[in-house]
């Protein structure tokens, strides 16, 4: 096209991609095009704004490292990474949440019942529940990885004081479907601010905490993979996660308990307890492959 205009660079655009375009990118694309030319048009950017956005994503680049990627970060405080994980989660069951960065293959195993807390300081939490189908039947043959900070708010690959794979195992749940372990209370922790991301928060006064939170990953033949995170229902960023990860299904209560009688049988740990401890009844609704 020769006479590109403000008004039909975008269908001039589309107009270059051949016919051997793969339909599905075709669609995105144009998609992705009509948005970022209508963004635009709409908000007048100017070429100050725009060469901001550019050192934006250069700075990005530069900071990034095998362990450490920016652009991820960007896409989750953009709420872009939680956007896309509630499109492609199931409609029904627990709902997802995200990822996160800090998850590692090859946590050891621990037995229903077991003690990932061992050595930490920090009150006990015990954790049970259920992993169920979406009609309510506990699931045999069910999986999962949790993993989680330690008192410092940092994950045992952030923190070479740690040993390795603390607070991180894979469990096989029971044939009835139960599960239970005791841990601590994971902390809340903040989102690397040093770099463009940071720049971008600060500059909009919001805070790079995120609540503190239990991940999970649960899989079960036949049924979907789950992959979220769930929260105390006291944490004081419930309500400001910097990556938009809070549903109110993944908000639990810790109780307080200060009888160790209280302590379920088949734990690990028996009832040797310090005081005040708590318990989390979480049930896992895992959606139909
Ligand atoms: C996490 O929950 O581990 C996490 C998620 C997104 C960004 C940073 C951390
Ligand atoms: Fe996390």
Redesign the pocket.
């Known amino acids: 096209m020769r006479s590109v205009s403000k008004e039909n660079i975008t269908k001039a655009f589309m107009g270059y991609c051949g016919e051997e375009t793969d339909p599905r990118l075709h669609f995105v694309l144009e998609k992705l095009v009509t948005h970022l030319h209508d963004f635009a048009r709409e908000v007048e950017l100017t070429h100050e704004e725009w060469r901001k956005g550019l050192e934006l994503l250069l700075k990005a680049g530069d900071i990034s490292t095998p362990e450490r990627n920016e652009f991820?970060?960007m896409s989750?405080?953009l709420g872009l990474?939680s956007l896309v994980d509630m499109i492609n989660s199931a409609e029904e069951g627990t709902p997802s949440s995200?990822?996160?960065?800090?998850?590692i293959l090859g946590a050891p195993d621990l037995p229903v019942g077991g003690d990932l807390k061992q050595d930490n300081e920090s009150p006990t939490v015990i954790v049970g529940g259920t992993v169920k189908d979406s009609q309510g039947i506990p699931i045999s043959g069910a999986e999962f990885e949790i993993w989680q900070t330690a008192e410092n708010g940092l994950?045992s690959n952030q923190d070479t004081a740690q040993p390795d794979y603390n607070l991180r195992a894979h469990m096989k749940v029971g044939s009835d479907g139960k599960y239970l372990f005791s841990t601590i209370r994971p902390a809340p922790?903040t989102?690397?601010d040093d770099g463009p991301v940071g720049e971008l928060l600060h500059a909009t006064g919001r805070e790079p905490w995120?609540p503190s939170?239990l991940?999970f990953i649960v899989t079960a033949p036949g049924h979907r993979t789950l992959v979220t995170?769930v929260f105390p229902s006291d944490d004081p960023y419930l309500n400001q996660d910097?990556?938009f990860?809070v549903r109110d299904a993944l908000v639990m209560q810790y109780q307080e308990k200060t009888d160790p009688a209280e302590i379920p049988p088949g734990l690990a740990i028996g009832n040797d307890v310090t005081v005040p401890y708590y318990m989390v009844d979480f049930d896992f609704v895992l959606a139909p492959e």
């Open positions: 991820v970060l989750d405080v990474s995200v990822l996160g960065p800090f998850h994950y922790y989102v690397p995120r939170h991940h995170e910097a990556v990860g």
